[in-house]
Structures are given as C-alpha cells and as structure tokens.
C-alpha cells in the first residue's frame, strides 16, 4: 500500500499562490489514480482535483477554484510526487488539503469512499 505526506501548506494573502505537494512511498503514485480532496471548518471533505498519470486522465470540480483553471494537479515521475498548484487565492479556499490514492480503475472518481490511502493533510489558509 502506498504512503502519501503532504506538504506545503501555510499561510498566504488573498491573491497568493501556494503548491501542494504529495509525496509518494511503497508505491509508485503512477500505479493509483491520485486525487487532492479539502475540508473547510464545518463543512464535508470535498474533491479538488485528479490525475492518473498513466493516459494523463486529470480531472477537476466543477464550479470551484479548480474549474475555473486557478488550480493544476500535476505529477513528478522522477520525485514520485503529485503537487497542487494553487493560484489568484481566495478566502474560500482555507482548508485542510489531503492527497489520496484510489485503486486506477477508480479512475475519474470524486467519492471519498474509492480513496483507500489518505495522507494527513496540510492546512491552507487564506486571508482578506
């Protein structure tokens, strides 16, 4: 089973841009569908955004920071790390950012319940 550590989390003014980054061990991340998920204070954890590496399959939420092309998920094969680039950040955005790592015929999914390694999370936060 694959061990995932996020990173890059912090604090940064509306308007900021921070990158996210998943590392990868046990398992190479090309071997998973690899998705980035967030939960705000008081609110369900939702889905951000997806990659499978293997076919560059990347997939986004709809109406949502990632949608609207502020946010890119991409992967290092070299690294073994998938990374978040977050971009033009608003408030709104302050959460907790998890990576998870879905079996690949899971593929496109947006559900928590197809991710069966989570990291534990790294904590974003944005101000006005």
């Known amino acids: 089973q694959v061990q995932l550590v996020e990173s890059g989390g912090g604090s940064v003014q509306a308007g900021g841009s921070l990158r996210l980054s998943c590392a990868a061990s046990?398992?190479?991340?090309?071997?998973?569908?690899m998705a980035w998920f967030r939960q705000a204070p008081g609110k369900e954890r939702e889905f951000v955004a997806g990659?499978?590496?293997?076919?560059?399959?990347?997939?986004?939420?709809d109406n949502s920071e990632s949608g609207k092309g502020r946010f890119t998920i991409s992967g290092d094969n070299a690294k073994n790390t998938v990374y978040l680039q977050m971009n033009r950040l608003k408030p709104e955005a302050t959460a907790v950012y998890y990576c998870?790592?879905?079996?690949?015929?899971?593929?496109?999914?947006?559900?928590?319940?197809?991710?069966?390694?989570w990291g534990q999370g790294t904590q974003v936060t944005v101000s006005s």
């Open positions: 998870a790592a879905a079996d690949p015929t899971d593929r496109g999914s947006r559900q928590q319940r197809d991710f069966a390694s």
């Open positions: 046990g398992r190479t991340f090309r071997s998973y569908y």
């Open positions: 990659l499978k590496s293997t076919g560059n399959n990347i997939y986004y939420a």
